[in-house]
């Protein structure tokens, strides 16, 4: 158990529709990032915030969007879902110093279908 | 900007028999390297890092990998397998410079263990 939790496991919905997925990271860790696995694109960084602030951003569509509240967890908000949204979507979090390593700890994952 | 790759999509081995998993990287500056496992239905677990120091770096479940500056190579290999590696594993890139700590994963090699 990394201490990253989210939520849902799985969430299964139509195209056309918006969904929200959570994560809580580990306790003392103010970095958050969002990846997505799917098929076709493997595994890849969608997007990071760091204490509330939007840090870095990967390969995040514009019908994609996220925040980071106060109390450090995240939510991944995935609006006009089409059947390619269908993918595993892992939240990781870090302790996060200026420079220098630090470690992503892995979530379990949100599978999410699109019918 | 980073890349990695893992030229084996899929690979077969014996129980019991030794174990290679190859990993190349392109970075312009020293690379933080990393391999992760992903067992079915399961989150990324951290197997080993190396980040500066000894080129070989020891991990868990008995797993080690050597970094290459020369070969830009991070492969990573056991000994002996046991029945319970059968999973996927991602090689991953990280380059935690200021505003830029997401990793960068390869495209995965499953590893099948066979009787």
Known sequence: DSGVTQTPKHLITATGQRVTLR?????GD????????????????????????ERAKGNILERFS???????H???????????DSALYFCASSVLVLAGYNEQFFGPGTRLTVL | AQSVTQPDIHITVSEGASLELRCNYSYGA?????????????GLQLLLKYFSGDTLVQGIKGFEA??????????????????????????????????????????????????
């Open chain 1, 23 to 27: 994560c809580s990271p580990r306790s």
């Open chain 1, 30 to 53: 103010l970095s958050v990032y969002w990846y997505q696995q799917s098929l076709d694109q493997g595994l890849q960084f969608l997007i990071q915030y760091y204490n509330g602030e």
């Open chain 1, 66 to 72: 996220a925040q980071q509240f106060p109390d450090l």
């Open chain 1, 74 to 84: 995240s939510e991944l908000n995935l609006s006009s879902l089409e059947l390619g």
């Open chain 2, 30 to 42: 020293t690379p933080y390297l990393f391999w992760y496992v992903q067992s079915p239905g399961q």
């Open chain 2, 66 to 115: 050597e970094f290459k500056r020369s070969q830009s190579s991070f492969n990573l290999r056991k000994p002996s397998v046991h029945w319970s590696d059968a999973a996927e594993y991602f090689c991953a890139v990280g380059a935690f410079n200021f505003g830029n700590e997401k990793l960068t994963f390869g495209t995965g090699t499953r590893l099948t263990i066979i009787p």
